[in-house]
Antibody
Framework: EVQLVESGGALVQPGGSLRLSCAAS????????MGWVRQAPGKGLEWVAN??????????NYVDSVRGRFTISRDNAKNSLNLQLDTLRAEDTALYYCVREQIYNDKSYFDSWGRGTLVTVSS | QSVLTQPPSVSGAPGQRVTISCTGS?????????VNWYQQLPGTVPKLLIY???NRPSGVPDRFSGRRSGTSASLAITGLQAEDEADYYC???????????FGTGTTVTVL
């Protein structure tokens, strides 16, 4: 059974930093693109970032609003996906979901979701 | 501000058919990028409902169907059931933004 378990969410002041982690199990982690999707309280879904596999050169992609502030990474040996959040803003407040991606026609869809970890940015 | 527009809400009586539209543009759906759909039941994690425009993952009832045409896509639910009350989101790639985009979301209410 595929399992994705996020951790690292917390209350942080504007301008602060956090590191989110996602522990994956039940599948060959290194074979899948992985990503992060967030959902602000009472709002819709927003794609944040993803990272490809070794076969695809570990390419990184980000939504414009976080590019330069967030960094996605993966550790295939530890079956772990990470998201470093720097220079946090109030609008980054959200539940952050770890997602597994399935490649389809050179893009992907998200076939497995973790339960999320809550990031709150407030003074 | 999402580039994929959905109606905020749709409703129907049990057993009826409802459709949810997802309107994009020439840089996403109109460019031929596939559309996926997710269902988020109240207080739960989003779940993949449709991928690649019209494909259902194992375990998704055939009451759910999707299609893509031009710059839009749609999700249809036939034989509406109380358990279908949820938020639904479309999802695709946008070549101008160089990233994935979600629709604005639609809340389905069973009357």
């Amino acid at each position: 059974e595929v399992q994705l378990v996020e951790s690292g969410g917390a209350l942080v002041q504007p301008g602060g930093s956090l590191r989110l982690s996602c522990a994956a199990s039940g599948f060959t982690f290194g074979h899948y693109w992985m990503g992060w999707v967030r959902q602000a309280p009472g709002k819709g879904l927003e794609w944040v970032a993803n990272i490809f596999t070794r076969q695809y050169g570990y390419e990184l992609n980000y939504v414009d609003s976080v590019r330069g502030r967030f960094t996605i990474s993966r550790d295939n040996a530890k079956n772990s996906l990470n998201l470093q959040l720097d220079t946090l803003r109030a609008e980054d407040t959200a539940l952050y979901y770890c997602v597994r991606e399935q490649i389809y026609n050179d893009k992907s869809y998200f076939d497995s979701w973790g339960r999320g970890t809550l990031v709150t940015v407030s003074s | 501000q999402s580039v994929l527009t959905q109606p905020p809400s749709v409703s129907g009586a049990p057993g009826q058919r409802v459709t949810i539209s997802c309107t994009g543009s020439s840089s996403n759906i109109g460019a031929g990028y596939n559309v996926n759909w997710y269902q988020q039941l109240p207080g739960t994690v989003p779940k993949l409902l449709i991928y690649g425009d019209s494909n259902r993952p194992s375990g998704v009832p055939d009451r759910f169907s999707g299609r893509r045409s031009g710059t839009s896509a749609s999700l249809a639910i036939t034989g509406l059931q109380a358990e279908d009350e949820a938020d639904y989101y479309c999802h695709s790639w946008d070549s101008s933004l160089r990233g994935y985009v979600f629709g604005t979301g639609t809340t389905v209410t069973v009357l």
